[in-house]
């Protein structure tokens, strides 16, 4: 599982041999070693490619992909001039799903759905947590009013069910996820060197001639 920022740093592949048992499968040849005996061949293959690709005056090349511009646009780019799927795709598919960015986009709709969202609707991680953890009385027994707020809360604090919120565990985790965007959302926070520092959700409109 691949997760933060390696979903951007690798590319997956699924080998599908579609049997149950596919560490049963026989071969009728070592394809490693057909490989290995004819290594030379394959790269001069791959070389070819990309050679042909520049020759032909980089047509259709894909858009930059940060840190890695040179492979974008000799192997990438290549790969789609001869009609293959974008292997960046696989990125957007580990990125989706990615437990933490997972985790912090549910809590990102979570939190804007209880306190809205904006700088004027920023709350102490006190006021936070004794809002998730408020209860009533129902014909059922004592029920949390919030009880999406509460279970994101007890996710990313790690807690268990009847257990106290931690605000320290909640404070790291806003802390390390401050300004990472998510839909367009992100959390942002207001110190306090007295104590009770503010956060709340900001709404980030993304720039002119920005990927989406």
Known sequence: MLVGDLC???????LDPEIERPELRQFKCDPVAMILENRGKYIAACLTIVRAYI???RPGLAPKLASFEGWSD??????IWLGEADPVVSMEVARNEDPERVELS??????????????????????????AEATSQ????????????????????????????NILVLA???KANKGKIVGNRRFAN?????GGSTWW????????????
């Open 106 to 131: 549910d809590m990102i709709a979570i939190w804007a759905t209880e306190f809205r969202v904006g700088f004027s609707n920023r709350k102490t991680l006190a006021e936070v947590i004794e809002t």
């Open 201 to 212: 959700i900001e709404e980030v409109v993304p720039r002119a001639g920005a990927a989406a």
């Open 8 to 14: 951007r740093r690798a590319i997956t592949a699924t």
């Open 172 to 174: 790291a985790f806003l």
């Open 74 to 79: 000799n192997v990438r780019s290549a790969l």
């Open 190 to 194: 207001q110190f306090n060197p007295k």
């Open 138 to 165: 129902t014909i059922d027994g004592i029920e949390p009013d919030n009880p999406e707020l509460l279970a994101i809360l007890q996710q990313v604090t790690k807690t268990r069910r009847g257990q106290q919120l």
């Open 55 to 57: 020759l032909a005056g």
